[in-house]
């Protein structure tokens, strides 16, 4: 089946700092790209879609300076937390859209857990 | 109200019971739907779609009932194995540009 990775999988940082998530899709080519945060014991939470080559589309209440998107390619998206404070620590989670007998359905990535000091 | 609704649980049932979940949604122009597992601390994965005239996939069943809106899951022998979160999906964009909507999921432990 399709595959999508995220690196880092984990990242620890200081507040105040910017960090970058990569989402790759590794065995196909993905036009549309989704990210999601999800808290504790809550559900996934769509940020934002990320069309390639286009600016992405955030969701209400979503800042698009504080996370900026980068989609340069067919295979890999980015989300860059610029100035990260504590209450942005939380799972982020990358999808790509891609095609499974017929049907479009979204792969998701292993997730990158942030924890900002 | 809440656009996929789920009711958390837990739901604790021993091995080899049968257990079904539901889910509700409010936008009557949602076109697809699905169910995805998460297991702790992971991402989710697509268990599967569910299609208007119901479907099965081994010990999976997964039914629509548009008129009522609901989706439901059905889960046959329970293995220790399916302990988990189940995330009801619902693609609620009628333009078919796949935004998905998740439920709060409903969380299973299979009890030994």
């Known amino acids: 089946g399709a595959v999508v990775s995220q690196h880092p999988s984990w990242v620890i940082c200081k507040s105040g700092t910017s960090v970058k998530i990569e989402c790759r899709s590794l065995?196909?080519?993905?036009?549309?790209m989704f990210w999601y945060r999800q808290f504790p014991k809550q559900s996934l939470m769509l940020m934002a879609t990320?069309?390639?080559?286009?600016?992405?589309?955030?969701e209400q209440g979503v800042e698009k300076d504080k996370f900026l998107i980068n989609h340069a390619s067919l295979t890999l998206s980015t989300l860059t937390v610029t100035s990260a404070h504590p209450e942005d620590s939380s799972f982020y989670i990358c999808?790509?859209?891609?095609?499974?007998?017929?049907?479009?359905?979204?792969?998701f990535g292993p997730g990158t857990r942030l924890t900002v000091l | 109200r809440k656009e996929v609704e789920q009711d958390p649980g837990p739901f604790n049932v021993p091995e080899g019971a049968t257990v079904a979940f539901n889910c509700t949604y409010s936008?009557?122009?949602?076109?697809?739907f699905f169910w995805y597992r998460q297991d702790c601390r992971k991402e989710p994965k697509l268990l599967m779609s569910?299609?208007?005239s119901g479907n099965e996939d081994g010990r999976f069943t997964a039914q629509l009932n548009r008129a009522s809106q609901y989706i439901s899951l059905l889960i046959r022998d329970s293995k220790l194995s399916d302990s988990a979160t189940y995330l009801c999906?619902?693609?609620?964009?009628?333009?078919?540009?796949?935004?998905?909507?998740f439920g709060t999921g409903t969380r299973l432990k299979v009890l030994a």
């Open positions: 569910v299609y208007s």
């Open positions: 936008n009557s122009a949602s076109q697809s």
């Open positions: 065995d196909f080519q993905a036009t549309t």
């Open positions: 999906v619902v693609n609620v964009d009628p333009r078919g540009t796949y935004k998905y909507i």
């Open positions: 990320s069309n390639e080559g286009s600016k992405a589309t955030y």
């Open positions: 999808s790509a859209r891609g095609r499974t007998g017929g049907t479009d359905t979204q792969y």
